[in-house]
Nanobody
Framework: VQLQASGGGLVQAGGSLRLSCAAS????????MGWFRQAPGKEREFVAS????????NYADSVKGRFTISRDYAKNMVYLQMNSLKPDDTAVYLC????????????WGQGTQVTVSS
């Protein structure tokens, strides 16, 4: 199993980034996919998730209205479009996968750094 996140970088506050996560080694279409983030000295926190069917997504309150999660079944990819970025969004972003009905995420990627300057 591999989850390879990419697309991070340095951006000014108010800017946008799109993160990508390439999935392989499991049946992508049957897994929930999620994005998490971890800032220095802080615990990992949930950012967004999308159902295996792609029909429903959930977001942390802190990113609602600014971030959008999506998935491409043909490419086994999941994306996180991040708009109106704030310095508080600075963190390592990780993608993860879980097989329903389990609540725990089974697979994790290595993360991509997002830095938002003020």
């Amino acid at each position: 199993v591999q989850l390879q996140a990419s697309g991070g970088g340095l951006v000014q506050a108010g800017g946008s980034l799109r993160l990508s996560c390439a999935a392989s080694g499991f049946i992508f279409s049957t897994y929930y996919m999620g994005w998490f983030r971890q800032a220095p000295g802080k615990e990992r926190e949930f950012v967004a998730s999308i159902r295996w069917s792609g029909g429903s997504a959930n977001y942390a309150d802190s990113v609602k209205g600014r971030f959008t999660i999506s998935r491409d079944y043909a490419k086994n990819m999941v994306y996180l479009q991040m708009n109106s970025l704030k310095p508080d969004d600075t963190a390592v972003y990780l993608c993860a996968a879980r097989a329903p009905p389990a609540a725990r995420y089974d697979y994790w990627g290595q993360g991509t750094q997002v830095t938002v300057s003020s």
